[in-house]
């Protein structure tokens, strides 16, 4: 796979679980990382890993649901760094209710992070790539948002918006070389995960349950998911653009 050296690579939810890892991937693979998250303490982290691999990076703080910290940012970033070649839309939160249960706050608070966060961060960061006549955006959708998912209709309903959302970026911006995906992961072993089977009566139980649904009989890693996003942003998917792609262990193919 062609490297990404000289690139600059935004990744949204950047300090953990998927965000962490396709940040190390990145680097690794020669970009200068801008790691994103509310989290200064995990992002921070995040960033003196790859510095200890001797490789380009650094941390900004953004609440991506917030217009003026999203414009702040990526105004800075192209200060510094003239550009931006990749980014991935990856933070997101969880809501594990109803519809009937689900208060007006929470609801709104789901569809700010997981869609609307991805709005302002393409708004803000697609002129540039339009300058430039190049970009790659990857964003993270779900499973959830491919299929219903008991009691979580609101990280459903905010996931399968991003499918959309995803797909019309890339109608859109295909003539300014702007290539737009998504990914739809699977479960995978990220602390948002560990933070719902927390909640479960029976954590092991549920675990086993969920592990038998999917066909390979296991979790993903985060490492694996991260794997696609960096193929869906190299030059190997050069001919790609608003596809869907299930990272889910078979789950959706049955």
Same mark, same amino acid.
């Given at each position: 796979?062609?490297?990404?050296?000289?690139? %600059?690579?935004l990744?949204? @939810? $950047?300090?953990?679980?998927?965000?962490?890892? =396709?940040?190390?991937?990145?680097?690794?693979?020669?970009? #200068?990382? @801008?790691?994103?998250?509310? *989290? !200064?303490? =995990? @992002?921070?982290?995040?960033? *003196?890993?790859?510095?200890?691999?001797?490789?380009?990076?650094?941390?900004?703080?953004? *609440?991506?649901?917030? &217009?003026?910290?999203?414009?702040?940012?990526?105004?800075?970033?192209? &200060?510094?760094?003239?550009?931006?070649? %990749?980014?991935?839309?990856?933070?997101?939160?969880?809501? $594990?209710k109803?519809?009937?249960?689900?208060?007006?706050?929470?609801?709104?608070?789901?569809?700010?992070?997981?869609?609307?966060?991805?709005?302002?961060?393409?708004k803000?960061?697609?002129?540039?790539?339009?300058?430039?006549?190049?970009?790659?955006?990857?964003?993270?959708?779900?499973?959830? $948002?491919?299929?219903?998912?008991?009691?979580?209709?609101?990280y !459903?309903?905010?996931?399968?918006?991003?499918?959309?959302?995803?797909?019309?970026?890339?109608?859109?911006?295909?003539?300014?070389?702007?290539?737009?995906? !998504?990914?739809?992961p699977?479960?995978?072993?990220?602390?948002?995960?560990?933070?719902?089977? &927390?909640?479960e009566?029976?954590?092991?139980?549920?675990?086993?349950e969920?592990? #038998?649904?999917?066909?390979? @009989?296991?979790?993903?890693?985060p490492?694996?998911?991260?794997?696609? %996003?960096?193929?869906?942003?190299?030059d190997?998917?050069?001919?790609?653009?608003?596809?869907?792609?299930?990272? *889910?262990?078979?789950?959706?193919?049955?």
């Amino acid at each position: 796979m062609k490297s990404f050296n000289d690139m %600059v690579v935004l990744i949204t @939810g $950047g300090g953990s679980g998927i965000g962490k890892a =396709a940040c190390i991937l990145f680097a690794e693979a020669g970009a #200068t990382v @801008g790691v994103l998250d509310i *989290d !200064c303490d =995990a @992002g921070s982290k995040v960033v *003196d890993i790859i510095k200890n691999k001797k490789r380009n990076s650094f941390f900004m703080k953004v *609440d991506v649901s917030k &217009s003026s910290e999203v414009e702040k940012v990526v105004k800075r970033i192209v &200060s510094d760094y003239k550009r931006i070649d %990749v980014l991935f839309n990856n933070a997101g939160i969880e809501l $594990g209710k109803p519809i009937h249960e689900t208060a007006e706050e929470e609801w709104d608070r789901v569809m700010d992070v997981n869609i609307k966060g991805m709005f302002l961060m393409s708004k803000y960061v697609l002129p540039v790539m339009m300058d430039q006549r190049f970009g790659v955006i990857v964003n993270t959708s779900s499973i959830s $948002g491919l299929l219903g998912w008991p009691n979580y209709g609101a990280y !459903c309903t905010s996931k399968g918006a991003v499918i959309q959302f995803t797909r019309q970026m890339a109608v859109d911006y295909a003539k300014w070389g702007i290539r737009v995906n !998504c990914i739809c992961p699977g479960t995978t072993k990220t602390p948002m995960v560990e933070r719902l089977f &927390s909640l479960e009566s029976e954590p092991q139980e549920a675990r086993k349950e969920i592990e #038998t649904m999917h066909p390979m @009989g296991r979790f993903a890693e985060p490492e694996e998911i991260a794997q696609a %996003v960096l193929f869906l942003a190299s030059d190997e998917a050069s001919f790609i653009t608003g596809a869907v792609l299930p990272v *889910d262990g078979g789950y959706t193919a049955k």
